[in-house]
Each structure stands twice: as structure tokens, then as C-alpha cells.
């Protein structure tokens, strides 16, 4: 982990400030998402409005009822990030005109989950980080349409089970391409401020929001989002489904500053990936009726071709 | 009384101004923009799509050169435009955004969030034919598809009537008994790119007519507010949709009140439906958009010819003005209601608001004619309208059901053969 000197948030012991969003929702238990957005929360403090695509957290928030002590605001499945602007835009033009004070101001962020982000809502997220908007986007990824009972998204990694990629012995390894590197097509857009994040890491959370907060324009953050009913495993493991992924080196922590890469955790050895597959029953027929040694050792070659990079690049180590 | 008399004498002298003194040359989109200049709109979501763009071109350079105060994006799509048009109303911000066709029919999915989340924006349509086959040439199919969505829906006949409608559509929508949004619908090339003569209105008495946006529930730092939630109890649903509809039929009272201000202000009079020469009319036709300068123009012919015709213009589409159609058409004995659309499988959109408008009317017409013209683009000429009302006539006198006309001449068959013939390398008529 990256020893912030200057980070205001040294210890766990510095998260425990006021909660945002209060017990008491619709989600799953375990859910992965309301996690991150919770410790997400604390950081950004309460005057945010949240504009939400279609997904998940949309349920998060049912009439007459929502956990958020911030706003909130539905748009559709493809189109959060424009509905940003519109807040964003409006807040701007009527400060200028002197028509509100500044200090009715709000934060604005965007939250959807990797269906809208990688697939549906690409372009109009690509559009709103062209333009520069000063907003922040936080995309849990569930790596599939949670919400619609998990199907293949963009998002979903190589081999994984979902309700349209089902493992048969014509099809034995289940969802058959690679995952969509969501972080480099936003890296592209050289925004101000870009990074992984996991809710098994909030101290890292917590840095990384503290440091695109000095930023004005995009702010993007894609968060791994362990899904219990999804992925299939007990929903008191949320957090260590969320820490296997970091440490079996399959969901690196990274910030990219106008594109500048820098991982926030360098694992100095990788767990094995087998140890977070055969923990998830959507990868259990990776391992059973028999093992498909092939495909695993396909996902564990590509996990390692990337941290080789990465230690070459940031390290100058050759490995 | 003194009221009255006090209205009468600012009525009279504001008719004294001669009004032709400060008319200006210009489009129907210019004076879309202007519009939206006078009503001092703050934001402008924006997409360029032909024949729309001149109008955001306009508000662009006014933007640019300081002229105007707002803030203008362009985006990514006419989806996002509207989100963002929608948002950006619930913030407190009055929004402008105009669009056409595909376009509109792109954005369709916000027309009715827009409208469910009662963001009242103005949003001009630029009427164009829509795809496939692909056209730039005007129609209203793009226009009616959005009927359904809860928009208050104008349409435009001349280029002052594109600048008064902006100006009273934000009345209508901003107020509380409607809080919907609006579309003003002008044709396209017809208006879009044709100059009239326009009078601008004076900004003081704008500002008179139309006072300052002020949106009950912004987002605002310290106020917590949701909005656009999920409703996942049946009952709460149809409650918010009917309580649109309730809406939406108030738009007719809180329209015609507008016009009234309006008049007082600008001396300009508009209604739901414009009634031409038709109080002492036997028969009646029925028309919306800039053909209907086309129908009044065949209408004053035939008056001359000693035909007792006359025309309803029909200004407002949705709430549909019922009883004020049932009201202009009482007792005609024939109507033809000309339709410049088509719902393939059914005919022409408007004929069957119409009818269902008249029916169970106990003076309706007993003669109902949808004729079908100006799709894609194709004009209509007065021999045309003629050819129409002689076939009206003679269903009168034999009495024959009529039955639906789709409107192709000749030249027109003519053009297509060779056209045809060009693309499939003979002449296909006679494959």
C-alpha cells in the first residue's frame, strides 16, 4: 500500500465519520456495491446528488423510501452521465447569473453499475469525460446484469457462468471472451483523475477520492462489486471475495492522473487465481465435474503477463 | 369596469403601434431562437440534426458574442440532450432544446421521463420525415409519434406563430395546474428555412408576459430531494400517470388564458384550433401545420366559387382541444380531414383524432374524409384539395361511404416511372 504522508486518512480509525446511507434497503445482503457506495459516501460527504442508471442501486432507492441522506435522481439505463450534466450545467449557469449562492452548490456524481458503464452508457459517459464535466462517476462492477439475474455483460471475465453464457459440455467454459478494459477507454480520455477501487481496501478508497477531490472535471471509479447471489458464494464474504480479487492480482489498484498510470497496491507475490475462482460457484465448473486446468491457466498467464508490465514499468524490475 | 376600461385603453394603445414597423425578414428557426433569446432561457442542450440547426447555430454565436446570457452544450446524442434538458429544468434552470426526426425519435425514451418527471422544458421540433426510407423533407410522422408521452404539443403555421408559441408554451408548462413539458412543432424547409416577415417582441413586455422560472424543489446543497424514483407498488404508477392526464387537460384552460395575456401584450390572438372562415361554413377541412396557408388560400377560392367552405386549423394536439373541435365542427354536414402522415395499416393519425373527438357528438358531421398528402416532403397543390371536396360532394349526393384518399398526381407517377425505371433498369411497370 502506498504510504499517503499527507493523507488526512491514516488509520481505519479515520473513516468513521458520519454515514450517508442508512440501513435499511432493498439490495441483497452482502451486496458489493452498497458497500463501496458507503464508504464512497463518507468520503465525499452529504451534498451530493447521485444520478443513477438503470440497474441494481436503482432499487436502492423506492418510493417512498431512500437510504441516502444526499439526493437523488433516476435518468434511464444509457444516460446517467447527460443527466449530470443537466444538474451540473444548471447549478453553474444560475451561480453565474448570481441567481443561487455558491454555497447552495452540490457535488455531482454519477452511479451505474457495468452493464450502463461498459456496454449501454458508453458513449454518453464518453461524452460527458470529452467535455470535461465536473462530475464523479462510480461504476460497481458486478461483472453482469446483476439485476436482471446475471447475465454476460462486457464486463464479465473469461470463463465465468451467467444465465446466457451457461457452461454445457458444447460450451465447457462458460463465457468464452475476455473482460472489456473499461479503465483504459476512460484512461484514453485523459481525465483528471481515474481509478480501480475495492470495498476490501477503504483506506485506499478514502486516498484516492481525497486526491481527485483537488480536481475539477471527471473523477471516475470503477469498483469491483462482489455479488453474492450472482456469483454465488455467503454473503458474510463479500469483502473477502473483494480481497482475493486484489490479491490474486486479477483486479489491479490503480489511479491514472491525465492518463499517468500508477498502481496503488503492488502485490509482491500473487496469491494463485485458482484460490478466488473456486471460491465463487459462477467459476465451479472450472473445477467441476473435472478441472479445466486449460482455461485457468489461461486466466492465471494473463493476470501475470499484466503484473510483469507493471513491475517493469513502476518497479524497473524484469521478472 | 375600471379594470375592464383600463385594459381596453392599454389594449387600444398597444394596437395603435403599427406592428409591420418592426417586422424582420427572417426563418422559422431564427425566430425559434429568438424565442428562446426573449424568453431568456439558461440552458441549451444541444445536437445538431438538419433542418434544426440553424436555430442552435443562432443561440450559439448570440451566446458567443455576449448578446445572450446561457449556457449552451453540445452533446453526444439527442438522448442525452433531453436528459440533460430534464435535469437541468429540475434544477431551476429554464431550458431550451430543439431537435427533429430521427432525432426525436433517438431521444424518444426522455419524452416520456422528461414528461414523468414534469420538467418543464420547450423543446422545438423541426418536423422531418422519418427513416427509411431516409429523407431531409418534412411530414408529421416524427411529430404524432410523440403524442402519448405527456409533452404539451403545439404546432406552428407561420414563423411569428414559431416565436409567439415558444413564449406562451413556457407559460403553459411552468405553470403549477400543468407543469409538463412542451413541443412547438414547425415544418420543416417550409418554415424552418422559408423568411416571413416576423415581429419581435419588446424583452420588458416579454418579461411582463412570461415572469422568471422558479422550480418548487431544486437540487440545492442542504435539501435532500429524490427524484425520477422507482414506484414498484401498480397503484402509485396509475396514480402519477393519471394525475399527468389531469394535468394535461388543464393545459387547454391555462393555454387559452396565456393567449388572452398574450393578446393583451403583444396583440397577436391564438386559440387551441383557428377557426377560417368557418362559423357560416357548410363544409369544413381540416388541417395543421404550414399547408394550412395552402388550405386557406383553396378555401378563399373556393368561397369565390360559392362553395360555403371553411377551415379548422388545429394548433394544439395534445390535450386534444375535443370540445373545442366538436364545438367548430357542430352541424357541418362534410369534413375532410387532411393528415401530412401515415400510420401504415391504419391511415392518417389525425382523421382518427378527429372521429374520435366527434363521436357520440349528437351534431357531428355525417361526413368524415381522410385524405392523405405531403408526406415526405410531396406538395400539395389546390387542385388537389379541389379533387377532395368534389369527391365529398358527390358522396353527399349519391350517397356513398366515402372512402380514404392518399393523395398522388399524376406528374408525381410520372416522376417515380422514371426514377424506377433508372433503378431497376427498365421500365417496372410492365415486369
Given at each position: 500500500m502506498e504510504m499517503s504522508s499527507n493523507s488526512r486518512y491514516r488509520s481505519i480509525k479515520d473513516l468513521l465519520s458520519e454515514d450517508y446511507v442508512v440501513a435499511g434497503t432493498p439490495l441483497c445482503s452482502g451486496c458489493g456495491a452498497i458497500l463501496t457506495l458507503r464508504i464512497f459516501h463518507k468520503i465525499l460527504g452529504g451534498n451530493v446528488v447521485w444520478v443513477n442508471a438503470a440497474g441494481c442501486v436503482t432499487l436502492m432507492v423506492n418510493y417512498p423510501f431512500t437510504p441516502l441522506k444526499s439526493s437523488w435522481m433516476y435518468t434511464a439505463m444509457a444516460c446517467a452521465p447527460a443527466g449530470a450534466q443537466g444538474i451540473r450545467d444548471a447549478l453553474d449557469i444560475l451561480m453565474e447569473k448570481g441567481?443561487?449562492?455558491?454555497?447552495q452548490d452540490l457535488k455531482v456524481a454519477v452511479i451505474t453499475g457495468d452493464g450502463a458503464a461498459y456496454d449501454i452508457g458508453l458513449q454518453s459517459s464518453s461524452g460527458a469525460i470529452y467535455r470535461g464535466l465536473d462530475f464523479y462517476y462510480l461504476c460497481y462492477d458486478n461483472e453482469a446484469y446483476g439485476n436482471t439475474g446475471f447475465q454476460f455483460s462486457s464486463a464479465t471475465p473469461l470463463g465465468s457462468r451467467t444465465a446466457t453464457s451457461p457452461p454445457t459440455p458444447l460450451n465447457p467454459e462458460g463465457y468464452k471472451k475476455k473482460k472489456k478494459d473499461l479503465f483504459e477507454i476512460w484512461r484514453a480520455h485523459k481525465p483528471p483523475y481515474l481509478a480501480t477501487i475495492s470495498p476490501s481496501h477503504p483506506l485506499d478508497i478514502a486516498r484516492k477520492i481525497e486526491k481527485a477531490e483537488k480536481y475539477r472535471g471527471p473523477k471516475l471509479f470503477i469498483a469491483i462489486s462482489p455479488c453474492p447471489p450472482g456469483w454465488g458464494f455467503e454473503t458474510m464474504e463479500t469483502v473477502r471475495m473483494a480481497r482475493l480479487a486484489v490479491e490474486t492480482g486479477i483486479w489491479p489498484l490503480k489511479e491514472a492522473i491525465y492518463g499517468e498510470v500508477k498502481h496503488t497496491y503492488i502485490p509482491r507475490k500473487l496469491k494463485p487465481v485458482e484460490e478466488y475462482l473456486k471460491t465463487q460457484a459462477r467459476f465451479r465448473h472450472l473445477f467441476?465435474?473435472?478441472?479445466n486446468a486449460e482455461i485457468i491457466q489461461t486466466i492465471q498467464g494473463e493476470i501475470e503477463e499484466y503484473w510483469r508490465e507493471v513491475y517493469r514499468r513502476e518497479l524497473g524490475e524484469n521478472i | 369596469m375600471i379594470r375592464t376600461k383600463l385594459i381596453l385603453e392599454l389594449g387600444f394603445k398597444r394596437y395603435l403601434v403599427p406592428p409591420v414597423k418592426r417586422a424582420v425578414m427572417m426563418t422559422g428557426n431564427t425566430a425559434a431562437a429568438w424565442a428562446a433569446r426573449l424568453a431568456e432561457v439558461d440552458y441549451i442542450p444541444a445536437y445538431p440534426i438538419t433542418p434544426q440547426t440553424e436555430i442552435i447555430e443562432k443561440l450559439a454565436e448570440w451566446i458567443a458574442n455576449g448578446e445572450m446570457k446561457a449556457k449552451l452544450t453540445i452533446l453526444e446524442s439527442e438522448h442525452s440532450m433531453l436528459t440533460a434538458a430534464g435535469t437541468g429544468a429540475l434544477s431551476g434552470a429554464r431550458v431550451f432544446t430543439a431537435t427533429s426526426s430521427q432525432g426525436l425519435l433517438y431521444a424518444y425514451e426522455m419524452l416520456y421521463n422528461v414528461a414523468g418527471w414534469r420538467a418543464p422544458i420547450v423543446l422545438v421540433n423541426v418536423s422531418r420525415a422519418v427513416a427509411a426510407p431516409i429523407t431531409l423533407e418534412p411530414d408529421h410522422n416524427d411529430f404524432l409519434s410523440t403524442r402519448d408521452s405527456g409533452f404539451i404539443l403545439l404546432h406552428a403555421e407561420t414563423c411569428q406563430e414559431v416565436l409567439d408559441l415558444i413564449l406562451i408554451a413556457y407559460r403553459v408548462s411552468e405553470d403549477y395546474r400543468v407543469l409538463l413539458p412542451s413541443i412547438v412543432n414547425m415544418d420543416g424547409f417550409h418554415i424552418s428555412f422559408t423568411r416571413e416577415p416576423v415581429i419581435l417582441p419588446e424583452i420588458e413586455e416579454v418579461r411582463r408576459f412570461l415572469p422568471r422560472y422558479n422550480y418548487v424543489n431544486p437540487f440545492r446543497a442542504g435539501k435532500h430531494s429524490a427524484k425520477g424514483v422507482t414506484v414498484l407498488r401498480p397503484p402509485l404508477y396509475s396514480f402519477y400517470k393519471y394525475q399527468m392526464h389531469f394535468s394535461s387537460l388543464n393545459a387547454v384552460k391555462v393555454f387559452k388564458e396565456a393567449c388572452s395575456e398574450f393578446e393583451e401584450h403583444f396583440a397577436r390572438r391564438y386559440d387551441v384550433v383557428e377557426k377560417y372562415m368557418?362559423?357560416?361554413?357548410e363544409y369544413a377541412i381540416v388541417m395543421m401545420g404550414s399547408f394550412s396557408t395552402i388550405g386557406k388560400k383553396a378555401v378563399r377560392i373556393f368561397r369565390e366559387e360559392g362553395f360555403s367552405v371553411g377551415l379548422l386549423k388545429i394548433r394544439m394536439v395534445r390535450p386534444f382541444p375535443k370540445e373545442d373541435i366538436r364545438e367548430a365542427l357542430k352541424n357541418k354536414k362534410g369534413v375532410i380531414v387532411i393528415d401530412q402522415n401515415i400510420s401504415p395499416g391504419f391511415g392518417g393519425i389525425l382523421y382518427g383524432e378527429i372521429c374520435s373527438a366527434l363521436y357520440g357528438f349528437r351534431d357531428r358531421p355525417p361526413l368524415i374524409l381522410s385524405v392523405i398528402g405531403g408526406v415526405g416532403g410531396k406538395t400539395l397543390t389546390i387542385d388537389e384539395i379541389r379533387y377532395v371536396f368534389e369527391y365529398l360532394l358527390d358522396c353527399e349526393r349519391s350517397g356513398k361511404e366515402p372512402r380514404p384518399i392518399l393523395l398522388f398526381r399524376e406528374d408525381e407517377l410520372e416522376e417515380v416511372k422514371s426514377l424506377l425505371k433508372v433503378g431497376f433498369g427498365g421500365d417496372v411497370f410492365q415486369l
Amino acid at each position: 500500500m502506498e504510504m499517503s504522508s499527507n493523507s488526512r486518512y491514516r488509520s481505519i480509525k479515520d473513516l468513521l465519520s458520519e454515514d450517508y446511507v442508512v440501513a435499511g434497503t432493498p439490495l441483497c445482503s452482502g451486496c458489493g456495491a452498497i458497500l463501496t457506495l458507503r464508504i464512497f459516501h463518507k468520503i465525499l460527504g452529504g451534498n451530493v446528488v447521485w444520478v443513477n442508471a438503470a440497474g441494481c442501486v436503482t432499487l436502492m432507492v423506492n418510493y417512498p423510501f431512500t437510504p441516502l441522506k444526499s439526493s437523488w435522481m433516476y435518468t434511464a439505463m444509457a444516460c446517467a452521465p447527460a443527466g449530470a450534466q443537466g444538474i451540473r450545467d444548471a447549478l453553474d449557469i444560475l451561480m453565474e447569473k448570481g441567481r443561487i449562492p455558491v454555497d447552495q452548490d452540490l457535488k455531482v456524481a454519477v452511479i451505474t453499475g457495468d452493464g450502463a458503464a461498459y456496454d449501454i452508457g458508453l458513449q454518453s459517459s464518453s461524452g460527458a469525460i470529452y467535455r470535461g464535466l465536473d462530475f464523479y462517476y462510480l461504476c460497481y462492477d458486478n461483472e453482469a446484469y446483476g439485476n436482471t439475474g446475471f447475465q454476460f455483460s462486457s464486463a464479465t471475465p473469461l470463463g465465468s457462468r451467467t444465465a446466457t453464457s451457461p457452461p454445457t459440455p458444447l460450451n465447457p467454459e462458460g463465457y468464452k471472451k475476455k473482460k472489456k478494459d473499461l479503465f483504459e477507454i476512460w484512461r484514453a480520455h485523459k481525465p483528471p483523475y481515474l481509478a480501480t477501487i475495492s470495498p476490501s481496501h477503504p483506506l485506499d478508497i478514502a486516498r484516492k477520492i481525497e486526491k481527485a477531490e483537488k480536481y475539477r472535471g471527471p473523477k471516475l471509479f470503477i469498483a469491483i462489486s462482489p455479488c453474492p447471489p450472482g456469483w454465488g458464494f455467503e454473503t458474510m464474504e463479500t469483502v473477502r471475495m473483494a480481497r482475493l480479487a486484489v490479491e490474486t492480482g486479477i483486479w489491479p489498484l490503480k489511479e491514472a492522473i491525465y492518463g499517468e498510470v500508477k498502481h496503488t497496491y503492488i502485490p509482491r507475490k500473487l496469491k494463485p487465481v485458482e484460490e478466488y475462482l473456486k471460491t465463487q460457484a459462477r467459476f465451479r465448473h472450472l473445477f467441476y465435474p473435472v478441472k479445466n486446468a486449460e482455461i485457468i491457466q489461461t486466466i492465471q498467464g494473463e493476470i501475470e503477463e499484466y503484473w510483469r508490465e507493471v513491475y517493469r514499468r513502476e518497479l524497473g524490475e524484469n521478472i | 369596469m375600471i379594470r375592464t376600461k383600463l385594459i381596453l385603453e392599454l389594449g387600444f394603445k398597444r394596437y395603435l403601434v403599427p406592428p409591420v414597423k418592426r417586422a424582420v425578414m427572417m426563418t422559422g428557426n431564427t425566430a425559434a431562437a429568438w424565442a428562446a433569446r426573449l424568453a431568456e432561457v439558461d440552458y441549451i442542450p444541444a445536437y445538431p440534426i438538419t433542418p434544426q440547426t440553424e436555430i442552435i447555430e443562432k443561440l450559439a454565436e448570440w451566446i458567443a458574442n455576449g448578446e445572450m446570457k446561457a449556457k449552451l452544450t453540445i452533446l453526444e446524442s439527442e438522448h442525452s440532450m433531453l436528459t440533460a434538458a430534464g435535469t437541468g429544468a429540475l434544477s431551476g434552470a429554464r431550458v431550451f432544446t430543439a431537435t427533429s426526426s430521427q432525432g426525436l425519435l433517438y431521444a424518444y425514451e426522455m419524452l416520456y421521463n422528461v414528461a414523468g418527471w414534469r420538467a418543464p422544458i420547450v423543446l422545438v421540433n423541426v418536423s422531418r420525415a422519418v427513416a427509411a426510407p431516409i429523407t431531409l423533407e418534412p411530414d408529421h410522422n416524427d411529430f404524432l409519434s410523440t403524442r402519448d408521452s405527456g409533452f404539451i404539443l403545439l404546432h406552428a403555421e407561420t414563423c411569428q406563430e414559431v416565436l409567439d408559441l415558444i413564449l406562451i408554451a413556457y407559460r403553459v408548462s411552468e405553470d403549477y395546474r400543468v407543469l409538463l413539458p412542451s413541443i412547438v412543432n414547425m415544418d420543416g424547409f417550409h418554415i424552418s428555412f422559408t423568411r416571413e416577415p416576423v415581429i419581435l417582441p419588446e424583452i420588458e413586455e416579454v418579461r411582463r408576459f412570461l415572469p422568471r422560472y422558479n422550480y418548487v424543489n431544486p437540487f440545492r446543497a442542504g435539501k435532500h430531494s429524490a427524484k425520477g424514483v422507482t414506484v414498484l407498488r401498480p397503484p402509485l404508477y396509475s396514480f402519477y400517470k393519471y394525475q399527468m392526464h389531469f394535468s394535461s387537460l388543464n393545459a387547454v384552460k391555462v393555454f387559452k388564458e396565456a393567449c388572452s395575456e398574450f393578446e393583451e401584450h403583444f396583440a397577436r390572438r391564438y386559440d387551441v384550433v383557428e377557426k377560417y372562415m368557418l362559423d357560416d361554413a357548410e363544409y369544413a377541412i381540416v388541417m395543421m401545420g404550414s399547408f394550412s396557408t395552402i388550405g386557406k388560400k383553396a378555401v378563399r377560392i373556393f368561397r369565390e366559387e360559392g362553395f360555403s367552405v371553411g377551415l379548422l386549423k388545429i394548433r394544439m394536439v395534445r390535450p386534444f382541444p375535443k370540445e373545442d373541435i366538436r364545438e367548430a365542427l357542430k352541424n357541418k354536414k362534410g369534413v375532410i380531414v387532411i393528415d401530412q402522415n401515415i400510420s401504415p395499416g391504419f391511415g392518417g393519425i389525425l382523421y382518427g383524432e378527429i372521429c374520435s373527438a366527434l363521436y357520440g357528438f349528437r351534431d357531428r358531421p355525417p361526413l368524415i374524409l381522410s385524405v392523405i398528402g405531403g408526406v415526405g416532403g410531396k406538395t400539395l397543390t389546390i387542385d388537389e384539395i379541389r379533387y377532395v371536396f368534389e369527391y365529398l360532394l358527390d358522396c353527399e349526393r349519391s350517397g356513398k361511404e366515402p372512402r380514404p384518399i392518399l393523395l398522388f398526381r399524376e406528374d408525381e407517377l410520372e416522376e417515380v416511372k422514371s426514377l424506377l425505371k433508372v433503378g431497376f433498369g427498365g421500365d417496372v411497370f410492365q415486369l
